[in-house]
């Protein structure tokens, strides 16, 4: 049985990182209230009560849709 299922839309710009020094002094300068920039996929999560979990990404609503109808079904 599904246990939760959590969508997380992503926006904004993307940041890479050569170093986890560069990523960490990206983060003590990141604002989380900055929501802005363009939509870039969906996220979804999905936790099972047997301990199973299923993660995908997907860049169309559609899509993300229909994975969460098929899932529903089995």
Same mark, same amino acid.
């Given at each position: 049985?599904?246990?939760?299922?959590?969508?997380?839309?992503?926006?904004?710009?993307?940041?890479?990182?050569?170093?986890?020094?560069?990523?960490?002094?990206?983060? @003590?300068? /990141? /604002? %989380? =209230? @900055?929501?802005?920039?363009?939509? /870039?996929? =969906?996220?979804?999560?999905?936790?099972?009560?047997?301990? @199973?979990?299923?993660?995908?990404?997907?860049?169309? !609503?559609?899509?993300?849709?229909?994975?969460?109808?098929? %899932?529903? !079904?089995?």
């Amino acid at each position: 049985m599904i246990e939760k299922v959590v969508v997380i839309p992503l926006y904004g710009i993307v940041s890479e990182f050569a170093t986890i020094e560069d990523a960490l002094r990206f983060l @003590d300068q /990141h /604002h %989380i =209230y @900055d929501i802005s920039g363009e939509f /870039h996929k =969906y996220e979804v999560l999905i936790s099972f009560s047997n301990g @199973d979990r299923v993660e995908a990404s997907f860049k169309n !609503k559609r899509k993300i849709q229909e994975f969460l109808q098929f %899932i529903s !079904k089995q």
